[in-house]
């Protein structure tokens, strides 16, 4: 006997969008939980930095998935799905309606539809291209990943030396593209039943949110909780420090830029990867696109989608989709 797919509430978008009001206003209003899917929330220590919410902006609701691991431990898009697929499972058998909710694309991505089948990571080759990361510079590392992979390499920040040289290293291992490899797979794994709900914020107003909250966060704290975690042994080039805001708050620390400095590098940095996360999201046909404030439209979709046997077969209204 097949058992039915679970449901699953996204609420994605990108940084500073208001994911988290919506998901509790949704979680208190249909009896749910939240699965985080932001790929830094999950590490302990680092609140600020990450835009954690506060147990006052959880209002209650149970969020799972943050704060499980130390800033100098794994994790990635495959322990991630490890973890959050007998969650949202969990959470449905008990009776409860699941969010999962974040602006890590890749993370949403393999919940729902499977992580690709690539070698794992080889000691030898990962250390020889990070011997060359280290004496040449990431630009030159970047630029062969251009020339290998030009499809990979444009989704890929050019300060992103994990990536990059994971994407050079498959491409060694399997003497294929990533991007190809990625195609081949199609992510078509559906396990679950996912209604897919983008959060629209006008460009110009979305800038002007991540300006103001990347502010409060250097003046408020993140530097300070930078030092702590220094101080408790995690190291500066752990990929966690080297995150937006963890390593602006290190420039700071070592005397490289002032507060001022600093602050306007973590605003212009903050709203280059809002921009990267549109993207990502905006190629998901099944996305659907409304603005945070739309409260009564999405709980009206989300209700029909509960009640639905088959697939949902709606679409919501007030957004700019594109």
Known sequence: MQHAQSKVIIVAGPTASGKTALAVALARRFDGEVINADSMQVYRGMDIG???PSL???GGVPHHLMDVVDPDEPFNAAIFRSLALPLVHDIVR???VCLVVGGTGLYIRSL???LMPVPPSDPAVREALIAE??????DRLYA???QLDPEAAAKIHPHDALRITRALEIVALTRQKASALSRAHGFG???LRALKIGLDVPRPALYERIDVRSLSMMRSGLVEETQELIRRGFSRDLKPMQAIGYRHAVGLLDGRWTMDEAAALLQRDTRRYAKRQLTWFKADPEMQWIAPEALDTVLAAVRTFLESDGEAAFAL???RAG
């Open 133 to 138: 990361w280290k004496s040449g510079g990431l």
């Open 189 to 191: 794994d559906r396990t």
């Open 94 to 96: 008990r009776g409860k």
């Open 50 to 52: 990450t835009a954690k």
């Open 317 to 319: 209204s007030g957004g």
């Open 112 to 114: 729902l539809g499977g």
């Open 56 to 58: 006052s902006e959880r």
């Open 144 to 146: 062969r990943l251009e």
